[in-house]
């Protein structure tokens, strides 16, 4: 089946630095990939719509000079949280689509703590 | 918004099916019914979708109303390991991709 990598899978940073995070689709090219946010005993809401070679679409509240998503290739789409603070701590998770109406898949998530 | 509504939560005894059901009274026509799991601290998991029609694979069945308003997917045999929430999220053909999540359904399934 599909594979959706995402690295790293948990990161401890202080107050007011950047974190990168990857994913990648290793088996096939993903057009699409997707950035979601999981906070403890919640669903996962979706950040935001990264597609290849153009600018992401954000979903209403997310702070795009924040939250930078890169989608340079079509296996590769990375989330910089920039300036982070420990609100920002949380489950992040992105998912990446092979084809228009086929299932979207996802990584293993990394878990992100600012200290 | 999600626009589903499953219980809270279940429970299923070890080796029986589980039932699992979803409401999607809203639904329209060119809507597809999707199913997904999140076992603890990982990511979600597809597990099985559909439109119409009944849908069977090698992890659950899908058995959706014929007014489609409502739907319930079935795990034959609960294992522990199915011990996870399960999401039932209505998906429009072609058009926006994503997924939104509403909370699922926390299924325990007991020894």
């Known amino acids: 089946g599909a594979v959706v990598s995402q690295h790293p899978s948990w990161v401890i940073c202080k107050s007011g630095t950047s974190v990168k995070i990857e994913c990648r689709s290793l088996d096939f090219q993903a057009t699409t990939m997707f950035w979601y946010r999981q906070f403890p005993k919640q669903s996962l809401m979706l950040m935001a719509t990264?597609?290849?070679?153009?600018?992401?679409?954000?979903e209403q509240g997310v702070e795009k000079d924040k939250f930078l998503i890169n989608h340079a290739s079509l296996t590769l789409s990375t989330l910089t949280v920039t300036s982070a603070h420990p609100e920002d701590s949380s489950f992040y998770i992105c998912?990446?689509?092979?084809?228009?109406?086929?299932?979207?898949?996802f990584g293993n998530g990394t878990r992100l703590t600012v200290t | 918004d999600a626009k589903t509504t499953q219980p809270t939560s279940m429970d299923c005894a070890e080796g029986r099916a589980a039932n699992l059901p979803c409401n999607h009274s809203t639904i329209s026509g060119n809507e597809y019914v999707y199913w997904y799991r999140q076992i603890h601290s990982q990511g979600p998991q597809y597990i099985i979708h559909g439109l119409k029609n009944n849908e069977t694979n090698e992890m659950a069945s899908l058995i959706i109303t014929e007014d489609r308003k409502s739907s319930t997917l079935i795990l034959p045999h609960a294992t522990l390991r199915d011990t996870a929430v399960y999401y039932c999220?209505?998906?429009?053909?072609?058009?926006?991709?994503?997924?939104?999540f509403g909370k699922g359904t926390k299924l325990t399934v007991n020894p």
């Open positions: 990264s597609n290849e070679g153009s600018k992401a679409t954000y």
């Open positions: 999220i209505v998906r429009p053909q072609g058009g926006s991709e994503k997924l939104v």
């Open positions: 998912s990446a689509v092979r084809a228009s109406n086929s299932p979207l898949h």
